[in-house]
Nanobody, 126 residues
Framework: QVQLVESGGGLVQAGGSLRLSCAAS????????MGWFRQAPGKEREFVAA??????????YYADSMKGRFTISRDNAKKTVYLQMNSLKPEDTAVYSC?????????????????WGQGTQVTVSS
């Protein structure tokens, strides 16, 4: 059974920071990459960032609007992926979900991911 559990969400003032965690359990050996997506009220889910999982060399990918503010990282020993979010803005308010994929490429496409967590709420107040 594959399970992804997010944590670290909450309420923060604009300009503040949060670090989200996504703990994976189960058969993670076949993961190719893990990603973060977010969905704001009334909007479609959008890609935030992704990171490869198995290679010793780390590759990360970001949505253009997240570059420079968000950083994705991984700890394979803990089977955990992190999303460090800095300089948060009210428009970053959303439910953030992590996902895992077993195939390469299309990191920004949610349809390419095989497993999803339940999500964690991030609220940024102005």
């Amino acid at each position: 059974q594959v399970q992804l559990v997010e944590s670290g969400g909450g309420l923060v003032q604009a300009g503040g920071s949060l670090r989200l965690s996504c703990a994976a359990s189960g058969r993670t050996f076949n993961y190719y990459a893990m990603g973060w997506f977010r969905q704001a009220p009334g909007k479609e889910r959008e890609f935030v960032a992704a990171i490869n999982w198995s290679s010793r060399t780390t590759y990360s990918y970001y949505a253009d609007s997240m570059k420079g503010r968000f950083t994705i990282s991984r700890d394979n020993a803990k089977k955990t992926v992190y999303l460090q979010m800095n300089s948060l803005k009210p428009e970053d308010t959303a439910v953030y979900s992590c996902a895992a994929k077993t195939s390469s490429s299309d990191y920004e496409k949610e349809a390419s991911y095989d497993y999803w967590g339940q999500g964690t709420q991030v609220t940024v107040s102005s």
